[in-house]
């Protein structure tokens, strides 16, 4: 039997599952020793995937402030056969009820019982499981005062008790780690190579679309803002995160909230369906955000034809000199293609009418073409002084845009920003580098600024 999720929960993860899946860390598998992190573990739909499919996961941490749910993932992890029992029991009385007006009595009995917050483990879990199956759309909602509002939702003979995926999530969480609380603190338990999956209350599409009221605390704009900022101090410890949220730029508003919130990390986008609505016409396809701190798949490397075909080469192009023709693409690319052969030679130029030590860290500018740094550093007509040096220094690749675009964040949160960019010289040394490698095609494309000198030799 396949461990899956013991409750419904809105916004699960289930429907999504093979998407995420794609878009993990290219590399994940390779990771030795991984510690899996989940501050909102809601219904654990990915977290039992992960568990399943993922062999590498040595460590496990749930968390949520939600304690009745948090309670839930205990006694599953701990007394299977006891809630078993109870769940038979409870599911029992229900199926006996003849008439829905005993039924929902019935309901409304069992939802003030669990609202006094004095129950043992045991019953707790056993009524948070019923009110679950039983309630309007497996919603949980509370009030200001913390007290489960969701009505009665008609279900007759819904399965409040299923044994079997019981047994198997009460196996699977053998080895996870159940916390209660504030998600920052799920930050201490992180080591070697982490992966965080941040699953938070969705910020609404609208002022009637907020089902996120899994407690009293309001997950408001200020507390998705806090969110980012623990996502920055995750990045700077250098862990991995992937985090999911609602799509706002899909309104007709075009709200740019996570867009310009997340400036600084990859933004993907995903099919979901919309389920949570009290009318079935107002259900069905949405995107919804996937943001994370890492490349997807391999990085661009800019020796691969892939690069110069792919939309970013033609949107970084089309950003700087407007929007060339087809021909200048070909022309372009067999002039790009053409100067990745002598990246292996060790030769790089530099025009002393350039930046020099200036710009992007105080660094050597070097380029491959020697046509091309001569032709834009000297653009007044004057002939300028082309210097050829010799050498093979390590470069960080960063010819992806959204590659640079990461790096360059994880530097400023580690040094802070200066008008000088040093920040950018001292990551990259303390990341072992000699400089770095980009792309900018408003200039002359693939350009290297050296911070350790001493790895070329000028000849000429």
Not at 81 to 93: A, D, R, T, Y
Not at 253 to 264: A, H, Q, V
Request: hydrophobic share 35%; net charge neutral.
């Amino acid at each position: 039997m396949k461990a899956k999720p013991f409750i419904k929960w809105v916004g699960g993860k289930t429907q999504l599952i093979e998407q995420l899946e794609a878009l993990l860390p290219a590399d994940f598998d390779k990771w030795e020793n991984v510690t899996y992190i989940e501050p909102f573990v809601g219904g654990g739909a990915m977290l039992f995937h992960m568990l399943q499919t993922h062999s590498n996961i040595k460590s496990a941490i749930i968390n949520d402030i939600n304690a009745d749910l948090t309670m839930c993932y205990k006694v599953v992890r701990d007394n299977p056969s006891e809630l078993v029992k109870s769940l038979q029991e409870i599911q029992g009385k229900y199926y006996a009820l003849k008439t829905e007006r005993e039924r929902k009595s019935f309901f409304m009995a069992m939802r003030d019982e669990f609202n006094t917050k004095s129950l043992a483990p045991i019953r707790n879990t056993t009524l948070f499981f019923f009110l679950n199956r039983t309630c309007f759309n497996g919603l949980y909602r509370v009030n200001k005062s913390g007290l489960f509002n969701v009505p009665f939702g008609r279900y007759e003979t819904p399965m409040i008790c299923d044994p079997n995926t019981i047994y198997a999530d009460s196996v699977l969480l053998q080895n996870v780690e159940i916390l209660t609380g504030d998600y920052q603190e799920t930050l201490s338990h992180a080591k070697g190579n982490t992966l965080f999956y941040f699953d938070p209350p969705y910020r609404p599409l609208n002022n009637t679309s907020s089902f996120n009221d899994y407690t009293k605390e309001a997950f408001n704009d200020f507390a998705q803002c806090r969110l980012k900022e623990f996502c920055d101090k995750v990045t700077l410890k250098g862990y991995k995160f992937m985090l999911s949220n609602s799509d706002c730029f899909t309104t007709p508003l075009k709200d740019r909230f996570f867009e310009d919130l997340y400036i600084t990390y990859v933004i993907d986008r995903v099919q979901a369906s919309r389920m949570v609505n009290a009318k079935a016409d107002k259900r069905g396809k949405l995107t919804e955000l996937l943001i994370h701190n890492y490349i997807i798949g391999s990085p661009y490397q800019y020796t691969a034809e892939e690069l110069f075909l792919s939309t970013e080469y033609k949107e970084e192009i089309e950003f700087a000199l407007g929007e060339p023709s087809d021909d200048f693409y070909k022309v372009r690319f067999k002039k790009d293609i053409a100067k990745t052969k002598k990246y292996k030679e060790g030769i790089y130029y530099h025009a002393t009418g350039g930046l020099g030590e200036s710009g992007v860290g105080r660094g050597l500018y070097l380029g491959k073409d020697r046509s091309a740094l001569n032709n834009f550093y000297n653009s007044d007509g004057e002939e300028g002084y082309i210097q050829k040096y010799i050498g093979f220094p390590n470069f960080i690749d960063l010819t992806n845009p959204m590659k640079y675009n990461q790096f360059e964040h994880e530097a400023i949160l580690k040094y802070g920003k200066d008008e000088a960019s040093d920040y950018m010289k001292k990551y990259t040394l303390e990341k072992g580098f000699d400089g770095i490698r980009y792309y900018d095609p408003s200039t002359t494309g693939e350009e290297f600024v050296l911070y350790n000198i001493d790895k070329v030799k000028l000849v000429s």
